[in-house]
């Protein structure tokens, strides 16, 4: 058992990695999605374990093929990617059961069995990054998801999946191209390619400026996978043309897991708050955040496709998230985690409800809507309290987070900050509220009226987004305290 | 047409030996000289991909079916992954090879090469699977008489 213990960190990825290649080996749809459920519950356990492992004993260090870092690959668990780790695998376990019913009604047995492999490697791939202390290995496994995640994209209901997933393909090579930049220029200036032997050996150099030069690259190259506006562009087509499942599942996980490192690489890695703070890096992140705080919003205000106003919703969130990074505080930062952590649940949820109203409807078109409201009913209860916690009503986990951004700027005295972070709330509660004036007031069309209910299978998992939104909500102690300590991490560089 | 010229299709039946035994070579050379599973698949997919420029890819398809190659790309990553998990057993870190043999070198041996023979497999089959995708969409494309023969 001690054994096992100490074998987690490995397990975490290798178990989605032999699932997924039993998928592809086997190629048989109703299988290769239980070897999906087994396998994203118990990455999920892992993620638990090795969380309480964590708190029980600190960091974790696992050596890949026993060899010792700095020279092997290390895999080390902290507070930080701990709680990353479980974010990401805890939302791939919720959507795993829902995603049977949607599957399977579009795709034959071979198709489906290439989606869940997919599936499986973007859940590879970003646990990988998240749990793993070598920097060109990040690159490896940031490569791993993003590839499987433009396939798992084209294969949308929607012809235009092909073009949004290509657009993605062209902006997320570039992204990568940028990072392993970065990662190179730092491993000619250190010669090593360890995150914390590195993180030993930067502040010596870190004014030269090949240094700066990669704290560049790599700031804009993972912007790019994060959707940090202006580099969002291949966001909204990437989530609103691919299968609903794809959405709530990368909505839910890979920008998360890119904002993961921005907060590595800056912090930990560059030095803490004080080096962050002593680049130009807070003034232009604060700029591009609000900014996507705004125009974001405001697009999403005027689209008529749903998956799309969602998809741009979630640009004006990043804004949100990147807004708390960039104050660089322990209060501001434990807000960019909570809201990581709570914006995680919140858009899966969404992006899965839409994904039933597509399954019995097929369509997302806000017209289309009118009146649905009465025949699906709990899907759209559902989603007017996920949408109220997107907007960050007290009673929501949407409240906490913004509460710990907005206390973040009083803290620096930037008190119109506050005004702003109401306001882009203010946005989010019309795009919400155009959807729930849709589908509640206004008379069902014939579509609507043969509507049933969304098969229960669809729901449960939904509802329990629902309720860990609602539970979050009111007893933070798991998401902000836990947020609050890896902050400190954050801040004091303490690795 | 291309098939017809007999001297290229004596001379590939004369070159695909050599290639494929130059491609188990650098395979298992590898650990010695510069060479590997990576290269070593590529080259051995290149005496495949050369056979069907020259006779066809449905005359490629029957040394290699399709489906065969499909079941091959992932069967090379459970090699791969298997040894790790093989490490396991033996209470090792996962993808330490050093319990597999008497001495930690000779383990270190066996197990990079068992990893490598993972890696030809899957970079074998995935570089051919690209080439039946591609040239297949030709196939599909001359039934409906749209190429330019």
């Given at each position: 058992?001690?054994?096992?213990?100490?074998?987690?960190?490995a397990?975490?990825?290798?178990?989605?990695?032999?699932?997924?290649?039993?998928?592809?080996?086997?190629?048989?749809?109703?299988?290769?999605?239980?070897?999906t459920?087994?396998?994203?519950?118990?990455?999920f356990?892992?993620?638990?374990?090795l969380?309480?492992?964590?708190?029980?004993?600190?960091?974790?260090?696992?050596?890949?093929?026993?060899?010792?870092?700095p020279?092997?690959?290390?895999y080390?668990?902290?507070?930080?990617?701990?709680f990353?780790?479980?974010?990401?695998?805890?939302?791939?376990?919720v959507?795993?059961?829902?995603?049977?019913?949607?599957i399977?009604?579009?795709?034959?047995?071979?198709?489906?069995?290439?989606?869940?492999?997919?599936?499986?490697?973007?859940?590879?791939?970003?646990?990988?990054?998240?749990?793993t202390?070598d920097?060109?290995n990040i690159?490896?496994?940031?490569?791993?998801?993003?590839?499987?995640?433009?396939?798992?994209?084209?294969?949308?209901?929607d012809?235009?999946?092909?073009?949004?997933?290509?657009?993605?393909?062209?902006?997320?090579?570039?992204?990568?191209?940028?990072?392993?930049?970065?990662?190179?220029?730092l491993?000619?200036?250190?010669?090593?390619?360890?995150?914390?032997?590195?993180?030993?050996?930067?502040?010596e150099?870190?004014n030269?400026?090949?240094v700066?030069?990669?704290?560049?690259?790599l700031?804009v190259?993972?912007?790019l996978?994060?959707?940090?506006?202006?580099l969002?562009?291949?966001?909204?087509?990437?989530?609103?043309?691919?299968p609903?499942?794809a959405?709530?599942?990368?909505?839910?996980?890979?920008?998360?897991?890119?904002?993961?490192?921005?907060?590595?690489?800056?912090f930990?890695?560059?030095?803490?708050?004080?080096?962050f703070?002593?680049?130009?890096?807070?003034?232009?992140?604060?700029?591009?955040?609000?900014?996507?705080m705004?125009?974001?919003?405001?697009?999403?205000?005027?689209?008529?496709?749903?998956?799309?106003m969602?998809a741009?919703?979630?640009?004006?969130?990043?804004?949100?998230?990147?807004?708390g990074?960039?104050?660089?505080t322990?209060?501001s930062l434990?807000?960019?985690?909570t809201?990581?952590?709570?914006?995680?649940?919140?858009?899966a949820?969404?992006?899965?409800?839409l994904?039933?109203?597509?399954f019995?409807l097929?369509?997302?078109?806000?017209?289309?809507?009118?009146?649905?409201?009465?025949?699906?009913?709990?899907?759209m209860?559902?989603?007017?309290?996920?949408g109220?916690?997107l907007i960050?009503?007290?009673?929501?986990?949407?409240?906490?987070?913004?509460?710990?951004?907005?206390?973040?700027?009083?803290?620096?005295?930037?008190w119109?900050?506050?005004?702003?972070?109401?306001s882009?709330?203010?946005?989010?509660?019309?795009?919400?509220g155009?959807?729930?004036?849709?589908?509640?007031?206004?008379?069902?069309?014939?579509?609507?009226?043969?509507?049933?209910?969304?098969?229960?299978?669809?729901?449960?998992?939904?509802?329990?987004?629902?309720?860990?939104a609602?539970?979050?909500g009111?007893?933070?102690?798991?998401?902000?305290?836990?947020?609050?300590?890896?902050?400190?991490?954050?801040?004091?560089?303490?690795? | 047409?291309?098939r017809d010229?007999?001297?290229?299709?004596?001379?590939?039946?004369?070159?695909?030996?050599?290639?494929?035994?130059?491609?188990?070579?650098?395979?298992?050379?590898?650990?010695?000289?510069?060479?590997?599973?990576?290269?070593?698949?590529?080259?051995?997919?290149?005496?495949?991909?050369?056979?069907?420029?020259?006779f066809?890819?449905s005359?490629?398809?029957?040394?290699?079916?399709?489906?065969f190659?499909?079941?091959?790309?992932?069967?090379g990553?459970?090699v791969?992954?298997?040894?790790g998990?093989?490490?396991?057993?033996?209470?090792?870190?996962y993808?330490?090879?050093?319990?597999?043999g008497?001495?930690?070198?000779?383990?270190?041996?066996?197990?990079?090469l068992?990893?490598?023979?993972?890696?030809?497999?899957?970079?074998?089959?995935?570089m051919?699977?690209i080439?039946?995708?591609?040239?297949?969409?030709?196939?599909?494309?001359?039934?409906?008489?749209?190429?330019?023969?």
């Open positions: 058992m001690e054994f096992l213990q100490e074998q987690l960190p397990l975490q990825v290798v178990l989605p990695l032999v699932a997924a290649s039993l998928c592809a080996l086997f190629r048989f749809g109703y299988l290769s999605w239980l070897i459920l087994s396998s994203s519950i118990l990455s356990l892992v993620a638990v374990f969380l309480l492992r964590v708190l029980e004993q600190g960091i974790i260090s696992y050596e890949i093929g026993g060899w010792s870092p020279f092997g690959i290390e080390r668990v902290d507070l930080i990617n701990a990353v780790l479980l974010i990401v695998s805890g939302v791939s376990a959507i795993v059961p829902y995603t049977q019913k949607s399977s009604a579009r795709f034959d047995s071979t198709e489906q069995s290439w989606f869940y492999c997919m599936y499986l490697l973007v859940l590879t791939g970003l646990l990988g990054v998240t749990i202390g920097a060109f690159f490896v496994f940031l490569e791993i998801s993003s590839l499987a995640s433009y396939a798992m994209i084209a294969m949308g209901r012809r235009r999946g092909l073009t949004a997933a290509y657009q993605y393909l062209i902006m997320g090579t570039i992204g990568a191209t940028f990072i392993v930049i970065g990662i190179g220029l491993w000619a200036m250190t010669g090593t390619l360890n995150l914390y032997d590195l993180a030993g050996r930067l502040p150099i870190k030269t400026r090949p700066l030069a990669a704290l560049a690259f700031t190259g993972v912007s996978k994060l959707a940090l506006f202006p969002h562009l291949w966001l909204p087509n990437a989530y609103a043309y691919g609903s499942v959405s709530a599942f990368l909505a839910g996980t890979a920008t998360k897991v890119a904002i993961y490192l921005l907060l590595r690489f800056f930990t890695i560059f030095g803490g708050a004080t080096f703070t002593e680049t130009p890096l807070p003034e232009i992140l604060k700029i591009l955040a609000l900014l996507a705004f125009a974001a919003s405001i697009v999403a205000i005027f689209q008529s496709n749903i998956k799309r969602l741009y919703s979630s640009v004006a969130q990043i804004g949100f998230i990147v807004l990074i960039s104050y660089a322990e209060t434990t807000g960019a985690m809201h990581m952590f709570n914006h995680a649940i919140m858009k949820g969404l992006f899965l409800l994904g039933a109203i597509m019995r097929g369509s997302v078109k806000i017209e289309a809507l009118s009146g649905i409201g009465r025949k699906m009913p709990l899907t209860a559902g989603f007017v309290i996920l109220l916690s960050g009503a007290p009673g929501t986990a949407g409240f906490i987070s913004k509460w710990y951004l907005g206390l973040g700027a009083l803290e620096q005295g930037e119109w900050i506050l005004v702003l972070i109401v882009a709330s203010l946005l989010t509660m019309i795009y919400i155009r959807v729930v004036e849709v589908a509640y007031f206004r008379e069902p069309t014939d579509e609507v009226v043969q509507l049933k209910e969304a098969p229960s299978e669809m729901l449960w998992p939904a509802y329990l987004l629902i309720a860990a609602i539970y979050f009111f007893d933070t102690s798991f998401s902000a305290d836990l947020a609050r300590q890896a902050a400190v991490l954050l801040v004091n560089a303490v690795y | 047409m291309i010229t007999i001297i290229l299709r004596v001379v590939i039946k004369l070159l695909l030996p050599a290639i494929l035994l130059f491609a188990l070579y650098v395979q298992f050379h590898g650990d010695y000289g510069p060479g590997g599973g990576f290269q070593a698949g590529v080259a051995a997919a290149a005496a495949i991909i050369l056979y069907g420029l020259v066809g890819v005359a490629a398809r029957k040394i290699v079916p399709q489906k190659l499909f079941s091959l790309i992932p069967i990553v459970l791969f992954s298997g040894t998990i093989v490490s396991w057993f033996f209470g090792a870190n993808l330490d090879y050093s319990p597999f008497s001495d930690s070198k000779s383990g270190q041996h066996l197990g990079i068992i990893v490598e023979l993972g890696v030809f497999i899957t970079v074998f089959s995935t051919l699977a080439f039946y995708s591609f040239a297949g969409r030709s196939e599909i494309l001359s039934l409906d008489g749209d190429t330019d023969k």
